[in-house]
């Protein structure tokens, strides 16, 4: 019966006592466990890949009254496959002029930042790559690194819209990095723990129920750090072509691609082991510590669809207002959610009481938002743009005057 309810541990013990029965050394047995964590990883990431292509093009296609992908096996399933194939087979052109070692280089590291943070990151009790101390630290670092491999695409490249996108990489990422880690860091307050295993131990309650608006934040900024819509302003299509891939063709262009997908599979675990419990659910944990991957699986398809909603709901917004809406309000909001659970944290022990006072002070903080943003929304009679806007609508169509 424990064999059953901690199978991934006791299998875990099992293949080591195994080996170690062989004669292999511990040097040896811990190498082999090296190696087979690392093809998990990888593993890991070409599921994401392979389930979330697929549920993205059938989500957003029923969203759209669309079938979506019907071709390849039934409804569409093996789509992503069938799209690598084809990426397999395109010809692989290089610009003359660009800078070729860079190009060459930039597709090979894209997707390493995002496959490096499922190290860090909890699917049951015990069942972690590492158990770091400095967990989030390791994952706030290693996210940077893909900022990295997009500045090399489009220097590489040496065309104005790729280097066009680089200068917004910096501008975007940087914009939205600095809330997002004050949300992480109010997480942390409250666990009072880096460990990522901690942080999913000390939510009794999920902390988006007792800190929504640092969640809301969380998950804005992970967006355009995962460059989803609507915040794909790197990429985007109506005015940028193809932003930093434009100069990419063949599998190249897919690595992009699988990129993204990963990234976006890892925000989404991410999002779960921060905000929503991780493996933990209504108790059934610990009944049957077998399920934890599949809790945490489950709560990563259900952000997943809720960023795809987003992106099936919300138009691309422009840059300008996009940096604006980092700057003036996701970073002053951030601030003083930090400050708040700093308060709560300091006032009381009581993890209900800290979760009380926390979803109160928030809420408050929803409230006064809400009324500051009424007071000094422009009105019509202040701003001209909005009265011209008005009258262009306001012109009755020629068919109509017929």
Request: charged fraction near 15%.
């Amino acid at each position: 019966m424990d064999f059953i309810l901690n199978f991934w541990v006791e299998f875990g013990n099992w293949a080591a006592g195994l080996m170690a029965g062989w004669g292999m050394p511990p040097w040896a047995i811990n190498l082999v466990a090296d190696i087979v964590g690392v093809v998990v990883l990888l593993l890991v990431g070409v599921a994401g890949v392979l389930v979330f292509t697929p549920m993205e093009r059938k989500v957003i296609a029923r969203m759209q009254d669309r079938p979506g992908p019907n071709r390849v096996w039934p409804y569409g399933l093996l789509q992503a496959l069938a799209d690598a194939i084809k990426m397999l087979t395109k010809e692989d052109i290089v610009p003359e002029r660009s800078d070729k070692r860079l190009h060459m280089l930039a597709p090979l590291i894209v997707a390493a930042p995002a496959l490096m943070v499922f190290a860090v990151l909890p699917w049951g009790p015990g069942l972690i790559g590492q158990n770091l101390t400095v967990g989030i630290l390791v994952i706030v670092a290693v996210s940077s690194i893909h900022v990295l491999a997009i500045i090399i695409a489009g220097w590489g490249s040496n065309n104005k819209f790729s280097l066009l996108s680089t200068y917004r990489v910096v501008n975007q990422l940087l914009a939205y990095e600095i809330p997002m880690i004050l949300c992480i860091l109010a997480v942390v307050l409250f666990a009072k723990t880096m460990s990522t295993q901690g942080i999913v131990v000390a939510q009794t309650i999920p902390y988006f129920i007792v800190m929504p608006v640092a969640g809301m934040i969380f998950v804005i900024c992970a967006m355009a750090e995962a460059n989803r819509s609507p915040v794909d302003l790197l990429e985007a299509d109506s005015e940028l072509v193809a932003g930093y891939m434009v100069e990419y063709s063949g599998m190249k262009f897919a690595m992009f691609f699988i990129a993204e997908y990963v990234a976006l599979f890892a925000t989404a675990v991410l999002i779960a082991t921060l905000f929503l419990g991780g493996w933990k659910f209504f108790g059934l944990e610990d009944l049957a510590p077998v399920l934890g991957p599949v809790i945490v699986f489950g709560k990563s398809v259900f952000v997943v669809f809720c960023i795809l909603w987003f992106r099936a709901t919300f138009p691309r917004i422009r840059f300008d207002h996009l940096m604006g809406f980092a700057w003036k309000f996701l970073v002053p909001l951030a601030m003083i959610n930090l400050l708040l659970a700093a308060l709560v944290v300091k006032m009381t022990d009581s993890v209900w009481g800290q979760g009380a006072l926390m979803l109160v002070g928030n809420i408050i903080m929803v409230v006064i938002t809400v009324l500051i943003l009424k007071l000094t929304a422009p009105k019509l009679d202040d701003a001209p743009a909005l009265k011209r806007i008005v009258a262009v609508e306001s012109v009755p169509d020629a068919a109509e005057g017929r």
